[in-house]
């Protein structure tokens, strides 16, 4: 039992610092120059790609910082998976929310808060199988988890809204 949480809360930490590293690190003005919207501003069927808060910065330093995380848990490879993931599936949540016209810096709980875990998840278990149990799990903490986080970079005035 002590193994299998000490287990979940090793996969736990890559994806939840990949996930809050693009905010800590967007006050840093010495990594300016990636400091850009992946979509480059183009549009598709009228609508942004992606949006001006999903940066070259914000990608790199997350999936660098998730997979320092995993590498000082010894979890090298699989870091890396969980934090590319995560990455990946952040973007693909805000391409969702710009298909539905959620604007920017609005909430969509399940965009939000569970796509980026879904994706972190898929993609680590193709390295290694991750039970139904921790997906479980994770889908069920992440929210709360995500919520507590940013309420607290808000107060400390890293994010402009408390979501």
Known sequence: MVFELVKFLFLM?????ANSTPVLFSKIKALNFLDFPIDRGK????RRILGDGKTVKGFVMGVFWGSVAGTALGTIKLGFALSLGTMIGDLIGSFLKRRL???RGK???LLDQETFIVFALTLASILEPISWEYWLAFLA????????????ANRLKLKSVPF
């Open 141 to 152: 903490i992440t929210p709360p988890i995500h919520r507590l986080a940013n309420i607290i």
């Open 107 to 109: 909430s969509n709980w």
């Open 13 to 17: 930490i890559p994806p939840y610092v």
């Open 101 to 103: 016209e959620v604007e």
């Open 43 to 46: 549009t598709w069927k009228g």
